[in-house]
């Protein structure tokens, strides 16, 4: 698996996890709502327990959140960084790194 597919494959995943989340914070509250009529304290107690672990979740969820955008922000900044103090170094690995695509490419076209 090249690196666009495992990227893509990540991507679908996660895509997937969000959407299963919502799915089932959508479903708890659905369910949440269709006991409100019902009464008696073990329903009520169980009702409780459950808004209690939907609000937990989605504090949970907004924390994950925050810490995934500070850290992207993090990387982000300090790749900038690297690339204005360094660009003749980072102009030097693109550099090879097309000699080497170049070659790789053309002993394929060869072989074919």
């Excluded at 495992?6 to 996660?14: D, M």
């Excluded at 269709?34 to 209690?52: C, N, P, V």
């Excluded at 500070?70 to 990387?75: I, L, T």
């Excluded at 103090?85 to 090879?96: M, T, Y």
Aim: neutral net charge; aromatic residues 6%; contains cysteine.
């Amino acid at each position: 698996m090249n690196g666009e597919e495992h990227r893509a494959n990540i991507s679908r995943r996660k895509n997937r996890v969000v959407f299963d989340w919502q799915d089932l914070v959508t479903d708890a509250e659905a369910l949440l709502r269709s006991t409100a009529a019902y009464t008696g304290e073990e329903i009520e107690d169980a009702r409780a327990r459950l808004k209690h672990q939907l609000d937990s979740v989605r504090g949970h969820a907004g924390h994950w959140n925050r810490q995934a955008m500070e850290s992207c922000r993090a990387v982000s900044g300090a790749a900038d960084e690297y690339v204005h103090d360094h660009p003749w170094k980072l102009l030097g690995v693109v550099a090879v790194l097309g000699v080497m695509a170049g070659l790789c490419v053309g002993n394929d076209k060869r072989r074919q």
